[in-house]
């Protein structure tokens, strides 16, 4: 019976994680701006956090950084979770504000206590890195499997990781597949390149495909090169076309081992083919503006 009791207590606590998330969220109209605005005057911790991220964004308000951080300190001294996990993740990553890993660590901390998978991520990031903490890959991992068991993705990951590699965990490859599959299944492309990776050592070229093209929609370069690699032949059947297609993908988002073998490909194909792949990459590109996009930002820096 407590078991039971322990499980309804732990779903209303990530219900109301969860509900406090959507309706943290600066409202659009007039209207429902001024209603946030009075319960906030009134003490609302939900209605001050919300108003913290209206000043965040400048909406209805000039922004304000020093007021944002000032209504989320009032919400967080209440004990309410989303608040203490945007302050954590202001002193985390110094917005707007020197960082101030001390501070962030006690805020996280509280939000993750209370079950924020975020503030859950978060704290494993700390630990991985040392940051405010020594680092910890045993209380990385733990709060990485937190929050991976909410399904955040990223902890996921990075639980998967910790699997494969023994880091802070008995070294369990079957157990990080399974991780690596729930963050792939979710569109996580750094757990899909893994699987793809995985597949493609064991010689199963259809998941292999599947998962470097999953990854690679997101506009992973490093699934570009592989898929480009896989079509080369080897272990799995050749096609040239495909392999110049992706390896000039992966040229063009940065990777200049892809640009290199694209350009070696190409010479040996006719110019037929290289003027067929030169329409599918741009199609390609334009079919994925958010990859696009990405590709623009690699090509700043």
């Known amino acids: 019976m407590k078991a039971i009791r322990s499980f309804v207590l732990s779903a209303m606590v990530m219900?109301?994680?969860?509900h406090a998330q959507q309706k943290n969220a600066c409202p659009r109209e007039v209207a429902e701006f001024a209603a946030v605005q009075q319960r906030?005057?009134?003490?609302d911790a939900a209605a001050q956090t919300t108003l913290a991220s209206c000043y965040d964004l400048g909406m209805h308000v000039a922004p304000n950084g020093k007021e944002s951080i000032r209504l989320l300190s009032e919400a967080a001294n209440q004990g309410y979770a989303p608040a203490e996990y945007e302050l954590g993740r202001i002193y985390l990553y110094g917005r707007?504000?020197?960082?101030?890993?001390a501070k962030a660590l006690v805020w996280e901390q509280k939000a993750a206590e209370q079950g924020d998978p975020r503030a859950q991520r978060d704290l494993a990031f700390m630990y991985e890195r040392g940051l405010g903490v020594p680092a910890d890959p045993a209380r990385a991992?733990?709060?990485n499997r937190k929050a991976a068991a909410q399904g955040n993705t990223e902890?996921?990951?990075?639980?998967?990781?910790?699997l494969d590699q023994g880091s802070g965990v008995n070294k369990n490859p079957d157990e990080a597949r399974r991780w690596y599959a729930k963050a792939a299944g979710a569109e996580q492309p750094a757990a899909q390149l893994a699987l793809a990776r995985k597949s493609l050592a064991e010689g199963n070229c259809p998941k292999a495909i599947h998962w470097f093209e999953e990854a690679a929609e997101h506009g992973n370069p490093e699934a570009m090169l592989g898929l480009g690699t896989l079509y080369k032949g080897?272990?799995?059947p050749r096609n040239s076309e495909r392999s110049l297609l992706w390896l000039t993908l992966g040229g063009r988002f940065g990777i200049q081992q892809s640009r290199a073998e694209a350009?070696?490909?190409a010479n040996s194909l006719p110019n037929s083919t290289r003027t067929r792949v030169k329409s599918q990459v741009e199609a390609w590109i334009k079919a994925h503006p958010g990859a696009e996009k990405e590709e623009d930002e690699e090509e700043e820096h």
């Open 263 to 265: 350009e070696k490909l």
């Open 155 to 162: 902890a996921q990951l990075q639980l998967a990781r910790a």
């Open 141 to 143: 991992a733990e709060w």
């Open 15 to 18: 219900a109301g994680v969860a």
């Open 96 to 101: 707007g504000i020197p960082a101030d890993y």
């Open 40 to 43: 906030a005057d009134a003490n």
């Open 234 to 236: 080897g272990k799995c």
